[in-house]
Nanobody
Framework: QVQLVESGGGLVQPGGSLRLSCAAS????????MSWYCQAPGKERELVATITSGGRTKYAESMQGRFTITRNNAKNKVYLQMNSLKTGDTAVYYC????????????WGQGTQVTVSS
């Protein structure tokens, strides 16, 4: 059974930091491109960052330089380090896994809430 379980969300003041984690199970982690998405109230889900099995990364322009995505293939985990957080970063953050060759193998976690507020 495929599972993606996010953790690490919470309430943080503007300028603060959070580290999200996503624990994956039920599939061959190293065969999947891992991503973080966010969805703010009333808005569509949007890509935050992506990392390939080999560690190649891509970021949304608004997160570039503030967020860092990493993965540990031995532990089946992907992380999102979020620094210099802004109120506009408030959203539910989702972990996503897509197979490198078979895009229909596309899995989502349940999401973790990040609230940036003073």
């Amino acid at each position: 059974q495929v599972q993606l379980v996010e953790s690490g969300g919470g309430l943080v003041q503007p300028g603060g930091s959070l580290r999200l984690s996503c624990a994956a199970s039920g599939f061959i982690f190293s065969s999947y491109v891992m991503s973080w998405y966010c969805q703010a109230p009333g808005k569509e889900r949007e890509l935050v960052a992506t990392i390939t099995s080999g560690g190649r990364t891509k970021y949304a322009e608004s997160m570039q330089g503030r967020f860092t995505i990493t993965r540990n293939n031995a532990k089946n985990k992907v992380y999102l380090q979020m620094n210099s957080l802004k109120t506009g970063d408030t959203a539910v953050y989702y972990c996503n896994a897509v197979h490198l060759l078979v895009e229909s193998r596309n899995y989502w976690g349940q999401g973790t809430q990040v609230t940036v507020s003073s």
